[in-house]
């Protein structure tokens, strides 16, 4: 039971990551959704269609002047190892240190496949 739970976190961690970081479903899903305005998307195409090489992700660090919140959805590290500590306090147990491992292991051999 114990390795199932670490799989499916693992798992879990990096579809997040994926998403949040290769693709531009955040952004598809906010405008569907209506809250665009909620999370800047509306000034961020306005930005976009400045300079195209601008992401999200980049335009959240100029909007927020790198504030603390922008750094850490910003960075995949961090994102994982936050994500493995909350998981071991939801779960109440130590053994799932390893999924800060695996998922920084998976998430960087994804993101090298996804760019070639």
């Not at 114990?2 to 798992?11: F, G, K, M, P, R």
């Not at 970081?21 to 999370?39: E, H, I, N, P, Q």
């Not at 306005?46 to 850490?72: A, G, H, P």
């Amino acid at each position: 039971m114990d390795i199932e739970i670490t799989l499916h976190l693992v798992a879990f961690i990096n579809t997040v990551l994926v998403i949040w970081f290769k693709t531009d479903a955040f952004l598809v899903y906010a405008r569907l959704l209506g809250v665009s305005k909620l999370f800047k998307i509306n000034k961020f195409d306005e930005e976009y269609k400045k300079d195209f090489t601008l992401d999200y992700l980049t335009f959240l660090s100029m909007e927020y002047n790198n504030n603390f919140v922008t750094k850490l959805i910003s960075c995949p590290i961090c994102i994982i190892v936050w994500g493995g500590i909350f998981s071991a306090i939801y779960f109440g147990a130590l053994y799932l240190c390893p999924v800060i491992i695996l998922s920084l292991i998976l998430y960087f051999l994804m993101s090298k496949l996804m760019d070639q």
